[in-house]
Nanobody, 115 residues
Framework: QVQAVESGGGLVQPGGSLRLSCAASRRIFSINTMAWYRQAPGQQRELVAEFHSGGSTNYADSVKGRFTISRDNAKNTVYLQMNSLKPEDTAVYYC?????????WGQGTQVTVST
């Protein structure tokens, strides 16, 4: 069993920055993908960014140029640096770790962008 433990959410003003972190609960040698999703009230959960084991990344169009995903393999941790935040980025952000095709979700962390 793998747990994804998130941290770093909070309240920030428009134009501000936050960094989210997600660590796997134990050392894993077969992580395929580490990704961030988000879900706003009344909306479906959507992919924000993902980092594949080969090093490739993928971003939602709405965050390209503002968000950066990075990964520390030694720590089994993935980060999401969020810059130039907008009110529409407000959502619960979830980390997902995929190991041998099985996805494990974190509990979510609230990000609120507001004055």
């Amino acid at each position: 069993q793998v747990q994804a433990v998130e941290s770093g959410g909070g309240l920030v003003q428009p134009g501000g920055s936050l960094r989210l972190s997600c660590a796997a609960s134990r050392r894993i040698f077969s992580i395929n993908t580490m990704a961030w999703y988000r879900q706003a009230p009344g909306q479906q959960r959507e992919l924000v960014a993902e980092f594949h084991s080969g090093g490739s990344t993928n971003y939602a169009d709405s965050v390209k140029g503002r968000f950066t995903i990075s990964r520390d393999n030694a720590k089994n941790t993935v980060y999401l640096q969020m810059n130039s935040l907008k009110p529409e980025d407000t959502a619960v952000y979830y980390c997902k770790i995929t190991v041998l095709g099985q996805g494990y979700w974190g509990q979510g962390t609230q990000v609120t962008v507001s004055t």
